[in-house]
């Protein structure tokens, strides 16, 4: 999928985001500060920028100014992480219409998500609408899952981590990298236990459209195996 670069000056802000979008199919890189996603952008193609105005090295005028006048990624759509008060000030922000887009703090992931795929272009979202594997059918539009002509309708966290383990699978989860990628729990952080549950609801769902045939496997001490 597309390539994002996350600006921010907030440690917790780059990680989530990172977390996030990374979990989402996204190919994310991360910069502390304008100054350095500007070196960064010298070098690189991403097809997005997400940018926290908060970065506090750049106002968000003067890094649209650089950005803009850089032939290398002028064009690149820009989302403006914001204060909710901002969404309302004509001009807080340089928006270039059908370009450029805000998205308001406290971070709702989700709308970030959107957005973006908003900013990408309708194709960007259609070619990610499914996601088919071992008879199963992840419905990205709806959260349901669907196998023959049977489906379940999964809460967003268990279609969050039922899509990550579907992009990974034969490889083991362990459940602390879920906890960092699903949940966006800072690394050494999160208990176990709420994987377990979870999981336990998830897999008795797809018990109903696969019958007893195993899905997702356990190996213990070690975390969970999708198998096609």
């Not at 006048?69 to 204060?83: A, N």
């Not at 259609?126 to 992840?138: K, N, P």
């Not at 809460?155 to 383990?165: D, K, V």
Request: contains cysteine; glycine residues 8%; proline residues 4%.
């Amino acid at each position: 999928m597309a390539t994002v670069l996350v600006v921010s000056g907030d440690g917790a802000v780059r990680h989530m985001a990172s977390q996030y979008l990374g979990a989402r199919g996204y190919d994310v890189l991360a910069a502390a500060s304008a100054t350095e996603a500007c070196r960064s952008l010298t070098n690189l193609t991403v097809a997005a920028v997400v940018f926290d105005t908060a970065v506090g090295d750049m106002s968000a005028q003067d890094f649209c100014y650089w950005l803009r006048r850089d032939p290398h990624s002028g064009d690149v759509p820009t989302l403006f992480l914001v204060p909710a008060s901002f969404r309302w000030l004509p001009g807080s922000v340089p928006l270039r219409a059908g370009r450029d887009a805000l998205a308001g703090k406290p971070l709702d992931f989700s709308e970030i998500e959107q957005a973006l795929m908003r900013l990408l272009g309708d194709h960007t979202a259609e070619a990610s609408e499914t996601l088919t594997l071992a008879g199963l059918c992840l419905h990205r539009n709806s959260f349901t899952l669907s196998a023959e002509d049977a489906s379940v309708t999964l809460t967003p966290m268990e279609f969050r981590m039922l899509e990550y383990l579907m992009q990974r699978p034969g490889r083991v989860i362990a459940a602390q990298e879920l906890l960092e990628k699903v949940w966006g729990f800072l690394s050494g952080t999160g208990g176990s236990d709420i994987v377990r549950s979870h999981m336990r609801n998830l897999r008795a769902k797809i018990r109903t459209l696969c019958g007893m045939r195993e899905v997702i496997r356990t190996l213990p001490r070690r975390g969970y195996e999708f198998s096609p």
